[in-house]
């Protein structure tokens, strides 16, 4: 092969060698990016999970259900964000923070009603109890004492509800923790142990609601 055939041949095959070198460092470039991009939601969600999970549930305020219902909310929409990424490249990674955020949206929006619920009970059963004490015997005295033992048991049944459905998937939430750990290969966002208190304190403050109402079922309204 002479010199003048071989200098274009050779300049040719860079060009070939780079634009592959190029598409490689680009598609290299654009997988981290987006590996990034579904961690930093995970990491955001797990942020507000942290604590909302560090919240007493025995007596929730109003402004913890609030920003509860937020955290739920902000889940939702990460949710959507990460569905929009490119999964090419880091399917089992994206799959790994969709289970996440999933998760963790359902974890949030339950503990918001649970909480709700909560201090709804807490509400009616204290209306109740003072009721009870103002006895009058009168007709009207009687119908709103049996309208209050109603409402009582409605918040109950809501409470219970909700706050079943949220031991659940805490009971669950460790294999996604887990999961998302092994697949980025980072430490689990949220910790097992947290999430563990946050469990037992959820069922303590459900038996002792539990308890209040049995209570008040006790309670005996005379016609």
């Given at each position: 092969m002479t010199t003048g055939l071989r200098t274009p041949l050779i300049a040719a095959l860079a060009l070939v060698v780079a634009a592959v070198l190029g598409y490689w460092a680009y598609g290299f470039h654009k997988k981290s990016g987006v590996a990034k991009e579904g961690m930093a939601l995970a990491q955001e969600t797990g942020r507000h999970l942290q604590e909302a999970l560090n919240t007493d549930p025995g007596r929730p305020s109003t402004e913890s259900v609030q920003a509860i219902t937020e955290y739920a909310a902000a889940a939702g929409r990460n949710l959507e964000t990460l569905k929009r990424l490119d999964a090419a490249g880091n399917q089992a990674l994206l799959d790994a923070v969709d289970d996440y955020l999933l998760t963790s949206r359902e974890i949030l929006g339950r503990q918001a009603a649970a909480f709700r619920f909560r201090r709804q009970l807490l509400t009616s059963t204290q209306a109740l109890r003072a009721h009870m004490r103002a006895d009058n015997h009168t007709g009207a005295w009687v119908r709103e004492a049996v309208q209050g033992k109603e409402r009582v048991e409605k918040d109950y049944r809501d409470y219970l509800g909700a706050a079943e459905a949220l031991d659940k998937l805490l009971e669950s939430f460790p294999a996604s923790l887990a999961k998302l750990a092994s697949r980025s290969g980072t430490?689990?966002?949220?910790?097992?142990?947290?999430?563990?208190?946050?469990?037992?304190?959820?069922?303590?403050?459900?038996?002792?609601?539990?308890?209040?109402?049995?209570?008040i079922r006790q309670f005996t309204v005379r016609r």
């Open positions: 430490a689990p966002l949220v910790d097992a142990k947290l999430v563990a208190e946050a469990r037992k304190r959820s069922n303590a403050a459900l038996q002792q609601a539990t308890d209040e109402v049995e209570k």
